[in-house]
């Protein structure tokens, strides 16, 4: 989906590297979330965002943070990255004006598959 | 713990006949079920969802059958054709937080 942006879209790293993905979006929704996907587990929560001030840890969120710059900006970060991380990453966005209407939609970015050596 | 389980891992189906994906839950408190669709190099896209208070919904070749009682929720796919052909998700959701809970995904090739 072009309304939400990621990158890098690809990038490889070396072990105990500061790294950091950026997700962009310009749907105006309030809602972002980090997941990571790997062969056979599907994707998994790492951090999510319900506006600005709120941020909470999704089912795996050891050895990540992530920062909300704005609205529109949800950055995640890898201090020192490990083998283990090497995944594909996506970002996602929801409208909570929606929920109540059943609608409860999230929007996926194209991913940044990330490579830890 | 996967809450969400999903088979098969992989599905192999011909041109016109009917793809089934099936995902079991064990949370009762879920209260919303979308299936995913995502093709190689794109992030997933909603393809059609239900909530627990119906049994199926139908959206154009694509239903959702969902038991309740078995805490089970399967995606038909009828006339597959080989632009179906992608991995699919299932999912599972609760509260107001709205945490999609993912199960393991299936890669469906429709065969032409």
């Known amino acids: 989906d072009a309304d939400v942006t990621q990158t890098p879209r690809n990038r490889i790293t070396k072990t105990g590297k500061r790294i950091m993905l950026e997700c962009s979006q310009t749907k105006g929704h309030d809602r972002m979330y980090w997941y990571r996907q790997d062969p056979g587990l599907g994707l998994r929560l790492i951090y999510y965002s319900f506006d600005v001030k709120d941020i909470n840890k999704g089912e795996i969120s050891d050895g990540y943070s992530v920062s909300r710059q704005a609205q529109a900006k949800f950055s995640l970060s890898l201090e020192s990255a490990i083998p283990n991380q090497t995944a594909l990453y996506f970002c996602?966005?929801?409208?909570?004006?929606?929920?109540?209407?059943?609608?409860?939609?999230?929007?996926f970015g194209p991913g940044t598959r990330l490579t830890v050596l | 713990q996967q809450q969400v389980k999903q088979s098969p891992q992989s599905l192999i189906v011909q041109k016109g006949g009917i793809s089934i994906i099936n995902c079991a839950y064990e949370n009762t408190a879920f209260d919303y079920f979308p299936w995913y669709q995502q093709f190689p190099g794109k992030g997933p896209a909603l393809l059609i969802a239900?909530?627990?208070?119906?049994s199926e919904k139908k959206e154009g070749r694509f239903t959702i059958s969902f038991n309740k009682s078995a805490k089970q929720f399967s995606l038909h796919i009828m006339d597959s054709q080989p632009g179906d052909s992608a991995t699919y998700f299932c999912?599972?959701?609760?509260?107001?937080?709205?945490?999609?809970?993912f199960g393991s995904g299936t890669q469906l090739t429709v065969l032409p």
């Open positions: 996602a966005t929801s409208d909570s004006g929606f929920r109540d209407m059943g609608l409860d939609t999230q929007y």
């Open positions: 999912a599972a959701s609760k509260g107001s937080a709205r945490q999609l809970t």
């Open positions: 239900i909530r627990p208070d119906v």
